[in-house]
């Protein structure tokens, strides 16, 4: 397949809504990793968004076990967890709304995050994953393991 500018669709790309996704972190973090890369595939694929999320990449570090950082754990040098949810905020700012994704709950950053856009009146909106539609777009995303994963449920057994 040719990787020439002709070939990718640039201008769709472009005029992509670009929002804040959340989603629960805390708690179970591989299960909830593993739930926002779904909704991350949901936004993108489903809805033709440009989803970011700073829970996917300020608690990443590569000592800690699976590179994500436990949220009861200290944090590393460079960020603190005020800081973090400082820049997003900052970065919510930005963005055309705030997804929240709440198949496995509200966790209480989530509980956080909608206070603060409701005292802001930055625009949000809640979703649920549509598990069939994400499974016929995304080949490595069976309804059996998505559903496993939303329900915290034995989802390793889908994993290969």
């Known amino acids: 397949m040719s990787?020439?500018?002709?070939?990718?669709?640039?201008?769709?790309?472009?005029n992509a809504p670009v929002v804040f996704i959340e989603s629960p972190y805390s708690g179970n973090i591989d299960c909830n990793v593993r739930y926002l890369s779904l909704v991350m595939f949901d936004s993108g694929v489903l809805h033709g968004e440009m989803p970011v999320a700073s829970h996917a990449y300020m608690t990443q570090h590569p000592r800690a076990k699976n590179y994500f950082v436990s949220d009861y754990a200290d944090k590393w040098d460079?960020?603190?967890?005020?800081?973090?949810i400082a820049r997003a905020q900052a970065l919510r700012h930005m963005c055309s709304k705030t997804?929240?994704?709440?198949?496995?709950g509200w966790s209480m950053?989530?509980?956080?995050?909608?206070e603060y856009?409701?005292?802001?009146?930055l625009p949000f909106e809640e979703r649920t994953l549509n598990v069939k539609t994400l499974a016929q777009k995304i080949p490595f995303c069976s309804v059996e393991l998505s559903q496993a994963i939303i329900n915290g449920e034995n989802y390793h057994q889908f994993l290969q």
């Open 78 to 84: 460079v960020f603190t967890r005020d800081q973090a």
């Open 109 to 114: 950053g989530m509980k956080a995050a909608k």
């Open 3 to 14: 990787t020439t500018n002709e070939t990718i669709a640039a201008p769709a790309v472009a």
């Open 99 to 104: 997804i929240f994704y709440v198949d496995r």
């Open 117 to 121: 856009c409701q005292t802001h009146n």
